[in-house]
């Protein structure tokens, strides 16, 4: 920070930074001295911006390094871990972070002065009278009481249990995650179900009968409750089932995708569609890292496709606090950005250009910020009033 380092010093350490597995006692050797010169609790955000903007000025100047991860510097600090990364897509670095961003020729490239917030946690409860309750900021407790079973907000999660009275008929409740939120449940057997943005789960406020079913629609990844008595069942768009025992899976089905995708990481599950071109119902089981692709647009829909050794890492980025760009068509790039900064995309004079990117970005990130590194690619950007991002090549 105080451009003390010789030309040797800077090469050491950009070599640890850049290294798949680093050396635990340098690690250790880093985090006193960083604790020596900035105490913990005094981390500003003003500290913050000028190490990660040294950072970024060394790493400008050095040639890249064949590795292609997140930096795993200071991963005790989770504001640098999240916010510095480094990408080798199409041959440029990828930088994020405030004040983060390849040096451009500002005739050439957009300056982006509005920004967007990255989306938070938070959502709406439909209750089975029909009253919505916003779960955004809502403090912790009993929200409700639905037929003997108790509703409760905890640790950002509602759960449910036992309550005053007794259940006297099936209630349903549905938890919605408008764009820019997403949420976890809890459900009355224990399984623990994470909302993506845009999307949605019906379910019973008890399970009670031989099976446990639920609808989804959007975005979700499931860890079910195991109960070989009562199959878990998962009802996706209206049109594919998702039979369990006891697993963790994903499912992605936006109506904006033209594909219903079901990946299986750990357990077994069975995916049942009807396939209106054959009109006959098909059943497949998966194993663990396989991913099962239905087509949900008009034509051919139903159709159903098997993936072997899915990239669980790609597919469950979004749980774990990231969007993973490996690979990803600048469209499908823009449809994730859509859904958690709650923006509209808008491509200049209808050209979608065609590029891919690659890499992991945090989801904590603000827009400009994840913008100025996707611009490294060769893609071009402006933010405009209204929560707008205009897309030209």
Same mark, same amino acid.
């Given at each position: 920070?105080?451009?003390?380092?010789?030309?040797?010093?800077?090469?050491?350490?950009?070599?640890?930074?850049?290294?798949?597995?680093?050396?635990?006692?340098?690690?250790?050797?880093?985090?006193?001295?960083?604790?020596?010169?900035?105490?913990?609790?005094?981390?500003?955000?003003?500290?913050?911006?000028?190490?990660?903007?040294?950072?970024?000025?060394?790493?400008?100047?050095?040639?890249?390094?064949?590795?292609?991860?997140?930096?795993?510097?200071?991963?005790?600090?989770?504001?640098?871990?999240?916010?510095?990364?480094?990408?080798?897509?199409?041959?440029?670095?990828?930088?994020?972070?405030?004040?983060?961003?390849?040096?451009?020729?500002?005739?050439?490239?957009?300056?982006?002065?509005?920004?967007?917030?990255?989306?938070?946690?938070?959502?709406?409860?439909?209750?089975?009278?029909?009253?919505?309750?916003?779960?955004?900021?809502?403090?912790?407790?009993?929200?409700?009481?639905?037929?003997?079973?108790?509703?409760?907000?905890?640790?950002?999660?509602?759960?449910?249990?036992?309550?005053?009275?007794?259940?006297?008929?099936?209630?349903?409740?549905?938890?919605?995650?408008?764009?820019?939120?997403?949420?976890?449940?809890?459900?009355?057997?224990?399984?623990?179900?994470?909302?993506?943005?845009?999307?949605?789960?019906?379910?019973?406020?008890?399970?009670?009968?031989?099976?446990?079913?639920?609808?989804?629609?959007?975005?979700?990844?499931?860890?079910?409750?195991?109960?070989?008595?009562?199959?878990?069942?998962?009802?996706?768009?209206?049109?594919?089932?998702?039979?369990?025992?006891?697993?963790?899976?994903?499912?992605?089905?936006?109506?904006?995708?033209?594909?219903?995708? #079901?990946? !299986?990481?750990? %357990?077994?599950?069975?995916?049942?569609?009807?396939?209106?071109? *054959?009109?006959?119902? &098909?059943? =497949? +089981?998966?194993?663990?890292?396989?991913?099962?692709?239905?087509?949900?647009?008009?034509?051919?829909?139903?159709?159903?496709?098997?993936?072997?050794?899915?990239?669980?890492?790609?597919?469950?980025?979004?749980?774990?606090?990231?969007?993973?760009?490996?690979?990803?068509?600048?469209?499908?790039?823009?449809?994730?950005?859509?859904?958690?900064?709650?923006?509209?995309?808008?491509?200049?004079?209808?050209?979608?250009?065609?590029?891919?990117?690659?890499?992991?970005?945090?989801?904590?990130?603000?827009? #400009?910020? !994840?913008?100025? %590194?996707?611009?490294?690619?060769?893609?071009?950007?402006?933010? *405009?009033?209204?929560? &707008?991002? =205009? +897309?030209?090549?």
């Amino acid at each position: 920070m105080d451009n003390e380092c010789s030309p040797e010093e800077v090469e050491l350490l950009l070599l640890w930074l850049t290294a798949e597995k680093p050396d635990p006692l340098t690690e250790d050797l880093i985090h006193q001295q960083m604790q020596a010169t900035v105490p913990e609790g005094a981390v500003t955000a003003e500290i913050k911006s000028r190490l990660e903007q040294r950072l970024v000025d060394i790493l400008q100047t050095r040639k890249p390094y064949p590795v292609v991860h997140r930096i795993h510097f200071m991963r005790r600090w989770g504001w640098a871990a999240a916010s510095i990364v480094v990408l080798l897509g199409l041959g440029a670095y990828l930088w994020l972070g405030p004040g983060a961003g390849p040096k451009t020729d500002p005739t050439q490239v957009a300056t982006v002065t509005p920004d967007v917030e990255p989306g938070r946690n938070g959502a709406i409860l439909t209750l089975a009278d029909g009253s919505k309750v916003q779960l955004d900021n809502m403090n912790k407790g009993t929200i409700a009481v639905e037929s003997g079973t108790s509703v409760k907000l905890e640790d950002g999660k509602i759960t449910y249990g036992k309550g005053p009275g007794t259940a006297s008929e099936v209630r349903y409740n549905i938890m919605s995650t408008p764009k820019g939120r997403q949420f976890t449940v809890v459900l009355p057997d224990g399984t623990k179900v994470w909302l993506n943005a845009a999307s949605s789960l019906k379910y019973p406020t008890s399970f009670s009968g031989t099976e446990r079913k639920v609808e989804v629609k959007g975005e979700a990844y499931f860890e079910v409750a195991k109960n070989a008595a009562m199959p878990f069942r998962a009802l996706v768009n209206n049109s594919t089932v998702i039979e369990v025992l006891g697993t963790s899976f994903n499912i992605n089905s936006y109506d904006d995708d033209d594909e219903i995708r #079901a990946t !299986l990481v750990e %357990g077994a599950v069975r995916v049942i569609t009807d396939n209106d071109a *054959e009109s006959k119902i &098909k059943t =497949v +089981v998966l194993k663990p890292g396989q991913q099962a692709k239905i087509t949900a647009g008009e034509r051919s829909r139903g159709a159903l496709t098997i993936i072997d050794n899915a990239d669980i890492g790609k597919v469950i980025a979004w749980k774990n606090g990231l969007f993973n760009f490996n690979g990803v068509k600048l469209k499908d790039a823009m449809q994730q950005l859509a859904r958690w900064y709650d923006i509209e995309i808008i491509y200049e004079k209808g050209i979608v250009p065609d590029i891919q990117f690659y890499g992991e970005v945090s989801r904590d990130v603000s827009l #400009a910020g !994840l913008l100025k %590194g996707l611009e490294g690619a060769g893609v071009r950007f402006r933010i *405009e009033e209204g929560k &707008k991002l =205009v +897309v030209y090549p």
